[in-house]
C-alpha cells in the first residue's frame, strides 16, 4: 500500500499562486507516476496534470497547462503542483494519486492506484 498526505491548500485571491505539495510513504519502489485531480463544488473529479517519475515527462489537461505545473522527485517521493494565475473556478478540493501504470482517463479511477484524501483549495474572486 501507498499513503499519499496532500499539503499547501488554503484561500487565495484570484490571479495569485499557490503550490501544492504531496508525500508519497509505504510501498513506493513500484509507483510508476503521480497526479493531481480536483473536484469543485457540485462536479465530478477532473484530471488536471501527471507525472512520469522515471523520467519527469509530464501531461496537462489543456485548460490548465500554462497555468499550473506539476514537477516530482522519485527520490524523495514527492510531487508538486505549482498553481499561477488562479481563478474562481480552479476551487476545489484537489487530490494527489499514485500509480503503478500510467494516466488512463477513460477510467473510473483514471488509471490510479492510490489516493489522498485531499486538500482543499478556495480563490476568492
Known amino acids: 500500500q501507498v499513503q499519499l498526505v496532500e499539503s499547501g491548500g488554503g484561500l487565495v485571491q484570484a490571479g495569485g499562486s499557490l503550490r501544492l505539495s504531496c508525500a508519497a510513504s509505504?510501498?513506493?519502489?513500484?509507483?510508476?507516476?503521480m497526479a493531481w485531480f480536483r473536484q469543485g463544488p457540485g462536479k465530478e473529479r477532473e484530471f488536471v496534470a501527471a507525472?512520469?517519475?522515471?523520467?519527469?515527462?509530464?501531461y496537462y489537461e489543456d485548460s490548465m497547462e500554462g497555468r499550473f505545473t506539476i514537477s516530482g522527485d522519485k527520490t524523495k517521493n514527492t510531487v508538486s503542483l505549482q498553481m499561477n494565475s488562479l481563478k474562481f473556478e480552479d476551487t476545489a478540493v484537489y487530490f494527489c494519486?499514485?500509480?503503478?501504470?500510467?494516466?488512463?482517463?477513460?477510467?473510473?479511477?483514471?488509471?490510479?492506484?492510490?489516493w489522498g484524501k485531499g486538500t482543499l483549495v478556495t480563490v476568492s474572486s
Open positions: 507525472i512520469r517519475l522515471s523520467d519527469g515527462s509530464t
Open positions: 494519486a499514485a500509480s503503478t501504470g500510467w494516466l488512463i482517463l477513460d477510467e473510473v479511477n483514471f488509471g490510479m492506484d492510490f
Open positions: 509505504g510501498d513506493t519502489a513500484n509507483v510508476y507516476s
